[in-house]
Every structure is written in structure tokens, then in C-alpha cells.
């Protein structure tokens, strides 16, 4: 199963919750405990807390990630008619997604995921280097 970065520091931070209580449990010292989690004192007397009221249902996860921009239909609808309308540039395909589902990605990698998921690469998506100057080439080629 694959993680975001904020699913895996909320996974790792509930970790060390339960390895808390599992060392206290074990008759670790607090204070040693603090020092092998890289935690405070503080934290280790929350959770020893709160796991002996409520039991180890506060270990439950309850966050479930983060709801994207797009659902998965949304999704495959945009790559179909990237192929059929021919959508190649990333310009065409931010206007094409901000107009149908007035949505903008904060980065330009969920446009190339996009381009990657319709099996179309970014080379062939731009034919050639926007600063190319065909003419100077061809002088330059001549010379």
C-alpha cells in the first residue's frame, strides 16, 4: 500500500504512541522511553493515559488520507478525451480540467500524471524544446 508523505508521519507518529505504552507496559522507565522515541516525558504520560481509559481503541486510524481533486471516474474521462481530442500540451490540458471541473492542481506533476495515465510521455506531448529557433538552426547548419 502506497503512502503520502502526511499518511506516513501520521502513521509513524501513531507508532510511537503505541510502542510508548507497549515499553511502559514492559516497565520501561518514562524516561528512557522519552529518550529511545525521541519524545517528551509529556507525551508518554498522555498516551499511558489515555490507552488505560479508553483502552487501545485510541490507537485506531482514523485518518484515511487525502480526498484528491479528481475522482477516479473524472479522472478517466479526462485521459479518454486527452487521446481523442488530442490533447498534447500541458497549457490545453490545465484549461480543458479548469473549465470542465473548475479545478487547478498547485503542481504541474498531477497534469504529468495525467499525460502518463492517457500513455501519452511528456517528449511526445511536446514535439519539440520550446526555445528551439528552427531558423538559426538552419543558418547554423548551412555555415
Avoid at 481530442?85 to 506533476?109: P, W
Avoid at 511528456?122 to 528551439?132: E, F, L, N, T, V
Wanted: with cysteine.
Amino acid at each position: 500500500m502506497l503512502f503520502a508523505h502526511n499518511d506516513k508521519i501520521y502513521l509513524y507518529s501513531l507508532y510511537k504512541r503505541a510502542m510508548a505504552v507497549k515499553l511502559l507496559l514492559l516497565e520501561f522507565e518514562p524516561r528512557d522511553i522519552a529518550e529511545l522515541l525521541q519524545v517528551t516525558e509529556s507525551f508518554v504520560s498522555k498516551w499511558k493515559k489515555l490507552c488505560f481509559e479508553h483502552g487501545v481503541a485510541v490507537f485506531v486510524i482514523k485518518y484515511h488520507g487525502y480526498q484528491g481533486y479528481l475522482t477516479s471516474e473524472q479522472r478517466q474521462s479526462i485521459t479518454e478525451r486527452m487521446k481523442t481530442q488530442h490533447i498534447a500540451n500541458i497549457d490545453d490540458l490545465i484549461a480543458f480540467i479548469r473549465t470542465t471541473y473548475r479545478i487547478e492542481f498547485k503542481s504541474r506533476q498531477s497534469y504529468y500524471d495525467l499525460f502518463a495515465e492517457a500513455g501519452i510521455t511528456w517528449k511526445r506531448a511536446q514535439s519539440q524544446h520550446p526555445d528551439k529557433d528552427i531558423d538559426r538552426i538552419a543558418i547554423k547548419k548551412r555555415d
